[in-house]
Each structure stands twice: as C-alpha cells, then as structure tokens.
C-alpha cells in the first residue's frame, strides 16, 4: 500500500489544514503564499474554524497513476480525530475535502507469492532442460510457508503497484533461504536447489523476484 508522508503542520501563522466543523469541509495549504486558504477562510466567515493536525500518513485509494485517486489521512481537529478525504472528478478540477468523525484502521500486511509468475519464471529459468511440475509446486508451497511464518516488516520492501495503492513489492532477504533450503532438501537434486536459490535470493533473471504485500484500510465511524 502506498502510504505519502503526513501533511505537516505550517511553520508560519497559516495552518496547513484548516478545517470548518460547521460544514464538515477542509482546504490544504498548497503552498506560501496559498489563496485557497484564503478563500476558504473568506467562504467560511462566521463558522468555527480549526486548525487540522496530520496524525498519520495520506492513504491512496485507487491507481497510483490516477491523479482522481481518492486520498484518506487521519487528523486532529477541536479535540478528536477525524479522516480527511479529498477527491476530484477529473484532473481540471481542484481537489474538494471533506471531513468524517472516524478513524483509519490498516489491516496487518498480506504477504502474496503470485503463483502463476512463480511457476513461469521456474520453467523459464530451467530451460532447456525440464522441470518437473511437482518440483515447481513443491518451491511455491514450501515459500508459501516460510513467507508465512516470516513477519513482513523482515521483507525488503522494493516498489509500490502503479494500479493498486494498497499494494507493494517486496524482495525476500538472504537469510530466509536457510528455511527454503531445508524444506527442498531430498525432494530437488543438489544443482535444482542451487539453481532455486538464485532465482528467489539473487539476480538469475536481471531482477530479484517479487512478493506481493497488501496492505488494506478502511475508515471507521466514531462512537462518540
């Protein structure tokens, strides 16, 4: 998942953020001077305006690609948390947002081998000579397993998905080929399991191969 750094606070008078909790609305400082802060100070006149405190990281919903994509990050306003999403119709519109009493709840990651790609990039790396396919399976089942006794943050996190935010690519670190080893140990030939270790821990094909982490999130309502 594709997580920006938070929108810090302003180092002037001028908040970043400013939030209107009359109308559950917001303007981002795009910069200094920023006339949509301005404006929207002016539009708001009279409401109860507050200044908004980044609490975490801008949350992409969507394509990477998309300037459309709909952003989420938790702030502080007045004394509780809200989300606050902006979003737009097309690319020639300014960005609106809005605010929700709520909070962002991140699942654990999801570690992913792609089981398809795995099995392609054996066949190919074997080549000329065969690979059986109860070989090929055995490698996938025994890396499945390993990435799921491995905490993912001991991942080597590598680039994020350009058509999905909440998913990342990750190479696997050398000390996990102990673990792989041992569980192909007398089910693949000596040269086999060296061959596997090249592909999966080094750079037999140009690139190191991939794991798939999704990270997914959602906004949940306050209670109170």
Request: proline fraction near 11%; aromatic fraction near 6%.
């Amino acid at each position: 998942m594709s997580a920006r750094p938070p929108i810090e606070p302003s180092r002037t008078s001028e908040p970043r953020i400013l939030v209107c909790l009359d109308c559950l609305s917001a303007e981002v400082a795009g910069g200094a001077p920023d006339e949509a802060v301005e404006d929207f100070r002016a539009l708001h006149a009279g409401h109860v305006l507050e200044p908004g405190i980044p609490r975490g990281p801008v949350l992409t919903s969507g394509p990477l690609w998309d300037p459309a994509s709909p952003t989420f990050q938790e702030i502080e306003a007045a004394g509780r948390t809200w989300v606050l999403r902006s979003e737009r119709a097309s690319i020639e519109e300014p960005r609106r947002f809005s605010l929700t009493a709520a909070r962002i709840e991140r699942d654990p990651p999801l570690v992913e081998v792609e089981a398809a790609h795995l099995l392609a990039v054996l066949d190919r790396a074997f080549y000329p000579q065969t690979f059986p396919e109860r070989k090929a399976r055995k490698v996938l089942r025994v890396l499945e397993e390993t990435l799921a006794r491995t905490p993912p943050d001991e991942l080597l996190p590598s680039h994020d998905c350009p058509e999905d935010a909440e998913t990342s690519y990750a190479s696997l670190p050398e000390h996990l080929w102990r673990r792989v080893r041992s569980g192909l140990l007398g089910e693949l030939d000596p040269s086999e399991i060296e061959r596997v270790r090249e592909i999966l821990f080094g750079r037999a094909n140009g690139l190191p191969f991939f794991v798939e982490l999704r990270t997914r999130f959602r906004v949940e309502p306050s209670v109170d």
